[in-house]
């Protein structure tokens, strides 16, 4: 079993950074591509982008690209580094962990296999 946790969440004002960590408990990540979603009030949840097992190949959301950085240590932690924050990115973030090829697959959250218990971010104006 997998079980990650989410944590670095919190308040920050607009155009400030934060860095979400998602650490592994029991195993490693190395043999799992690693995503980060988010899902804010009353809207469904959204990817945000994904990083392939060797941490060579990344993929954002059009939200997110030139802003959000995800890297990994290959052993036990993903990050998800944000920065030039806006309000609209206010939301709940998770990280999650699938057994997938890395293809437009991992872009859906459906696909995933263990999830965080996510880390709230609010980003103020």
């Known amino acids: 079993q997998v079980q990650l946790i989410e944590s670095g969440g919190g308040l920050v004002q607009a155009g400030g950074s934060l860095r979400l960590s998602c650490a592994v408990s029991g195993r490693t990540l190395i043999n799992y591509v690693m995503g980060w979603f988010r899902q804010a009030p009353g809207k469904e949840r959204e990817f945000v982008g994904s990083i392939s097992r060797s941490g060579g190949t990344t993929h954002y959301a059009d939200s997110a690209k030139g802003r959000f950085t995800i890297s990994r240590d290959n052993a036990k932690t993903v990050y998800l580094q944000m920065n030039s924050l806006k309000p609209e990115d206010t939301a709940v973030y998770f990280c999650?962990?699938?057994?997938?090829?890395?293809?437009?697959?991992?872009?859906?959250?459906?696909?995933?296999?263990?999830w965080g218990q996510g880390t709230q971010v609010t980003v103020s104006s």
């Open positions: 999650a962990a699938t057994r997938f090829g890395y293809s437009p697959a991992v872009y859906q959250g459906d696909n995933y296999d263990y």
